[in-house]
């Protein structure tokens, strides 16, 4: 069973490899035809059980999406949940790569796909729109901004920081996204580190 379990991951990591190229060399009108085959296979891999799996599902995330940015528009938010879980990531190098996806996917989509994104990234919940699910189950909403600026590794806190600053600074739709970004900027100058507070 231990070796069935290797082979599998070793087998899914040559398929990620596949992917990789077939991203890479495929013409724009394929990457046209199966966007959404695509998109469904990048997420499969990026909530894979393997943190290696993860880890380059969420580097060829980023790569898809600075490749595609106009074909991806509508696939914001999608890409955008398929990267969480390598936020919550036990790895470092993981959440690294999730935070550099983040950053292309948000690239991509602007206004109403980027609001919803951060409202996920920040545990928001709307007080007027209670889902009826909530009256029958417990929910909950995990602030992945607040679980990154305290991260232990600081080399995660500093990519954090850097990625709040360009998105503070260049998207498009920047200044709609201020309030929820700015307090984890100021948090950033009381870090222990003194690069991070530079």
């Given at each position: 069973?231990?070796?069935?379990?290797?082979?599998?991951?070793?087998?899914?990591?040559q398929?990620?490899?596949?992917?990789?190229?077939?991203?890479?060399?495929?013409?724009?009108?394929?990457?046209?035809?199966?966007?959404?085959?695509?998109?469904?296979?990048?997420?499969?891999?990026?909530?894979?059980?393997?943190p290696d799996?993860?880890?380059?599902?969420n580097?060829?995330?980023?790569?898809?999406?600075?490749?595609n940015?106009?074909?991806l528009?509508?696939?914001?938010?999608?890409?955008?949940?398929?990267?969480?879980l390598?936020?919550?990531?036990?790895?470092?190098k993981v959440?690294?790569a999730?935070?550099e996806?983040?950053?292309?996917?948000?690239?991509?989509?602007?206004?109403?796909?980027?609001?919803?994104?951060?409202?996920?990234?920040?545990?928001?919940?709307d007080p007027?729109?209670?889902?009826?699910?909530a009256?029958y189950e417990?929910?909950?909403?995990?602030?992945?901004?607040?679980?990154?600026?305290?991260?232990?590794?600081?080399?995660?806190?500093?990519?954090?920081?850097?990625?709040?600053?360009?998105?503070?600074?260049?998207l498009p739709?920047?200044?709609?996204?201020?309030?929820r970004?700015i307090?984890?900027?100021?948090?950033?100058?009381?870090?222990?580190?003194?690069?991070i507070v530079?």
């Amino acid at each position: 069973l231990l070796k069935l379990v290797e082979t599998s991951e070793e087998i899914r990591m040559q398929l990620l490899e596949l992917l990789k190229i077939i991203i890479s060399c495929a013409e724009e009108q394929f990457k046209y035809q199966f966007v959404n085959s695509l998109v469904a296979i990048l997420k499969a891999f990026a909530i894979d059980p393997s943190p290696d799996i993860q880890r380059q599902a969420n580097l060829l995330i980023s790569q898809f999406a600075r490749e595609n940015k106009e074909l991806l528009f509508h696939f914001t938010e999608q890409l955008g949940r398929s990267t969480l879980l390598a936020l919550v990531s036990r790895n470092s190098k993981v959440r690294m790569a999730g935070i550099e996806a983040l950053n292309e996917v948000l690239n991509c989509g602007i206004w109403k796909y980027n609001s919803t994104i951060f409202e996920i990234l920040v545990g928001f919940r709307d007080p007027n729109s209670v889902p009826i699910k909530a009256f029958y189950e417990y929910t909950t909403h995990l602030n992945y901004f607040a679980l990154l600026i305290k991260d232990p590794k600081i080399a995660v806190r500093e990519l954090f920081i850097r990625s709040i600053g360009d998105w503070v600074t260049r998207l498009p739709d920047r200044y709609d996204h201020h309030p929820r970004l700015i307090p984890y900027l100021l948090a950033g100058i009381f870090d222990d580190y003194p690069e991070i507070v530079e």
